[in-house]
């Protein structure tokens, strides 16, 4: 398997166990004192989110031929993106998870009111989400126009097929998002993520062919964008 197809997998599979624990007993668990959290979002927050940024750097270290490509006032430039990207994201997720168990456990959830609900609302809904969307698309532009600079030409007709399945697997993350939150932030962040995917990928000099990892974000984005239209709006 390519190593960007190792990686990609690694994506899915971290999107399957996000899947998989907020099924799980961890859900049920409170922590003391205070009831401060649940280990659902201790675990998402130490360990799952942590795993799911750690795969990008590892992109950025395939895409950027073994950061290579970094040594360069752009690259550095790029680089600097990424990890603002990466930190805003993580940043985002922190304060959706802490403010949503707090909306969800103190607050009437139907009902919006007060000083402190309200804030948890906000905080869970908008803002965290907000500079969660903004982190992903930061990190993401890097890595597209690295990809422009390192084009992969060893991929094959199994390679897409692989690549494929898990831009799929992941489209499913985005259509949960944007098609069933409650606002429509994760929409906007679909619908702007996809100009600006497709946009970089029509403008780059290189066949489509060699720009593996952009065709991936774009199959991602497409499909997760126009499944969640239909649903929004059928």
Same mark, same amino acid.
């Given at each position: 398997?390519?190593?960007?197809?190792?990686?990609?997998?690694?994506? /899915?599979?971290?999107?399957?166990?996000?899947?998989?624990?907020?099924?799980?007993?961890?859900?049920?668990?409170?922590?003391?004192?205070?009831?401060?959290?649940?280990?659902? *979002?201790?675990?998402?927050?130490?360990?799952?989110?942590?795993?799911?940024?750690?795969?990008?750097?590892?992109?950025? %270290?395939?895409?950027?031929?073994?950061?290579? /490509?970094?040594?360069? %006032?752009?690259?550095?430039?790029?680089?600097?993106?990424?990890?603002?990207?990466?930190?805003?994201?993580?940043?985002?997720?922190?304060?959706? *998870?802490?403010?949503?168990?707090?909306?969800?456990?103190?607050?009437?959830? %139907?009902?919006?009111?007060?000083?402190?609900?309200?804030? $948890?609302?906000?905080?869970?809904?908008?803002?965290?989400?907000?500079?969660?969307?903004?982190?992903?698309?930061?990190?993401?532009?890097?890595?597209?126009?690295?990809?422009?600079?390192?084009? *992969?030409?060893?991929?094959?007709?199994?390679?897409?097929?692989?690549?494929?399945?898990?831009?799929?697997?992941?489209?499913?993350?985005?259509?949960?998002?944007?098609?069933?939150?409650?606002?429509?932030?994760?929409?906007?962040?679909?619908?702007? $993520?996809?100009?600006?995917?497709?946009?970089?990928?029509?403008?780059?000099?290189? %066949?489509?062919?060699?720009?593996?990892?952009?065709?991936? /974000?774009?199959?991602?984005?497409?499909?997760?964008?126009? $499944? /969640?239209?239909?649903?929004?709006?059928?």
């Amino acid at each position: 398997m390519k190593r960007l197809n190792l990686l990609l997998t690694l994506t /899915s599979l971290t999107v399957l166990l996000v899947t998989v624990e907020r099924f799980s007993p961890t859900t049920k668990i409170i922590l003391q004192p205070y009831s401060f959290l649940r280990l659902h *979002e201790v675990v998402q927050m130490l360990v799952i989110i942590l795993l799911s940024l750690l795969i990008p750097f590892f992109i950025l %270290k395939h895409l950027s031929n073994n950061f290579e /490509s970094l040594k360069t %006032k752009r690259g550095t430039m790029l680089a600097a993106l990424f990890i603002i990207g990466i930190y805003l994201n993580a940043t985002g997720n922190g304060v959706h *998870e802490v403010a949503s168990f707090l909306f969800n456990n103190f607050c009437d959830t %139907k009902v919006v009111a007060g000083g402190f609900c309200g804030s $948890a609302f906000f905080n869970d809904y908008y803002f965290g989400n907000i500079v969660y969307f903004i982190g992903a698309i930061l990190f993401t532009v890097p890595l597209i126009l690295f990809e422009r600079s390192n084009p *992969e030409k060893s991929f094959r007709r199994n390679d897409w097929i692989v690549l494929e399945i898990n831009a799929i697997v992941y489209a499913l993350t985005i259509f949960a998002y944007a098609g069933f939150d409650r606002v429509l932030v994760g929409l906007w962040y679909s619908i702007i $993520a996809t100009i600006i995917i497709l946009f970089l990928l029509f403008t780059s000099k290189q %066949k489509f062919k060699y720009l593996p990892f952009t065709v991936y /974000s774009a199959i991602v984005y497409i499909l997760g964008t126009a $499944a /969640s239209l239909l649903v929004r709006f059928h």
